[in-house]
């Protein structure tokens, strides 16, 4: 079973940027799908971005223009670049790996966006 670790998260200032890896202990070359998914304190975890094994994106809408998901099946890890982050960016974001009717997620990293 592949298991994901995240990394990258910390506190920025507003405006700033940060990026967010997820580094999976096998292959995810033939995983179909792999997705970003964040939970704010008090509040249920949301979808964020999403990358097919074909490289097809999408994004929450809220993301869209400021957040870029890219996939890297030789190093077998899942980016997620977050640009012009705002307070309400605060979150713990997880990686998860969609297999069949299976999902995998990682532990989680945290974001902090705070002056």
């Known amino acids: 079973q592949v298991h994901l670790v995240e990394s990258g998260g910390g506190l920025v200032q507003p405006g700033g940027s940060l990026r967010l890896s997820c580094a999976a202990s096998?292959?995810?070359?033939?995983?179909?799908?792999m997705g970003w998914y964040r939970q704010a304190p008090g509040k249920e975890r949301e979808w964020v971005a999403v990358?097919?094994?074909?490289?097809?994106?999408d994004y929450a809408e809220s993301m869209k223009g400021r957040f870029t998901i890219s996939r890297d099946n030789a190093k077998n890890t899942v980016y997620l670049q977050m640009n012009s982050l705002k307070p309400e960016d605060t979150a713990v974001y997880y990686c998860?790996?969609?297999?069949?009717?299976?999902?995998?997620w990682g532990q989680g990293t945290q974001v902090t966006v705070s002056s």
């Open positions: 990358i097919t094994n074909g490289g097809t994106t």
């Open positions: 096998g292959s995810i070359f033939s995983i179909p799908a």
């Open positions: 998860r790996a969609t297999i069949a009717s299976m999902f995998i």
